[in-house]
């Protein structure tokens, strides 16, 4: 299991997304799962007999039906929200994040507010205006508001013992007006973080994510799955290769080609 934020932003000529992971750091910090996205596909649910097989792949290895029931269940959900509050330094930041399918919309309510839509490959940024801006995503990996997709890694997926994810169950306790299952993530990629993860007894989906780093901040994320819909902004003004529109500017900035 991967934890924080990934930013791949590189060179001056991408100063404008530099900006905007940094944003993003400052906002969201260690809070989202990076994205594996994997067996992402249109469907809602998985194909009984592929997921079976999945689970008992999982439960081979770890013996434990409830974890495996939940790690192989979530790689075919599509909808969730998810309400993530940062606090470290002295300060608090918000933001939420959700996933309708191919569609996600990242929304941060911190030092600079910003929202950021993906559809496809497109990417729509709301400038403070209230003015949405479109560009084609030709480099996802620079993409923050991409970084924040869930997935849970499969301890079989992993043969490696030294880069193995594992799952330390803490037992039982309630997460809201359910009952969950708590465990402890070891995830030897990111040593300077514990976090826990709750899902609930019923439907075996996330419901609670903590995590805590070396530096005193903690991440608390909670999750829901109803009426999650996520439809593109009208009307939108159209963003050049070489414009980038910084979060808390009305007004994109125009980058000199590369050489």
Known sequence: MKTSLRSDARGVAHVGLIVV??????????????????DKDTGTTADNATQKAAEDACNKENQDKDLCK???GWKDLKQYHVEITNTG???????????????????????????????GENM??????????????????????????????NPDEETDPAKKTTYEKQGKEACG??????????????????????????????RRIRIESEDDSVSEQTFAYDNVKITEPSPVKELGPNQYLVPGQSEPVTLPSAP
């Open 177 to 206: 007006d359910r009952q969950c299952f708590k465990y402890k993530v070891v995830d030897p990629a990111q040593s300077g973080e514990t976090q826990y993860i709750w899902f609930d007894d019923k439907d075996h989906l996330a």
């Open 70 to 72: 939940f790690i192989t």
């Open 89 to 119: 330094g002295g300060s608090t930041d918000k933001a939420t994040f959700e996933s309708d399918g191919d569609k996600t919309r990242m929304v941060s309510s911190g030092e600079m507010t910003y929202e950021i839509i993906n559809i």
């Open 21 to 38: 992971a940094v944003v993003v750091v400052g906002a969201i910090g260690f809070a989202g799962w990076r994205v594996m996205n994997k």
């Open 124 to 153: 729509f940024t709301k400038a403070s205006d209230g003015t949405w801006w479109k560009q084609k995503n030709t480099k996802p990996d620079e993409n923050p508001a991409t970084d924040y997709d869930y997935d849970f890694k």
